[in-house]
């Protein structure tokens, strides 16, 4: 069993930041990728930033050099550490651990950015 716990949703004006944690738990493999999704309303599920265990990371164009991703492996849990936000940022951010070929998710943690 694997849980995953997020924080760190809140709402921001726009310009301003926001860091989000995910603890994972449970069975959690030493190889893994650990991430970030976010949905808006109305729209798909898209990937945000991810992190492999080794620290090799990817972004979603529309938050490179803005957003930064981290991993603390002894705790097993993840940052994102989101600057510069934009109104367009607003959605549910969801944190995601990949591993034996199974996707874990949290509940989701909602970020608002007014304008």
């Known amino acids: 069993q694997v849980q995953l716990v997020e924080s760190g949703g809140g709402l921001v004006q726009a310009g301003g930041s926001l860091r989000l944690s995910c603890a994972a738990s449970?069975?959690?493999?030493?190889?893994?990728?650990m991430g970030w999704y976010r949905q808006a309303d109305g729209k798909q599920r898209e990937l945000v930033a991810a992190i492999t265990s080794g620290g090799s990371t990817n972004y979603a164009d529309s938050v490179k050099g803005r957003f930064a991703i981290s991993r603390d492996n002894a705790k097993n849990t993840v940052y994102l550490q989101m600057n510069s936000l934009k109104p367009e940022d607003k959605a549910v951010y969801y944190c995601?651990?990949?591993?034996?070929?199974?996707?874990?998710w949290g509940e989701g943690t909602l970020v608002t950015v007014s304008s």
């Open positions: 449970g069975s959690i493999f030493r190889s893994n990728v």
């Open positions: 995601d651990v990949a591993m034996g070929g199974m996707d874990y």
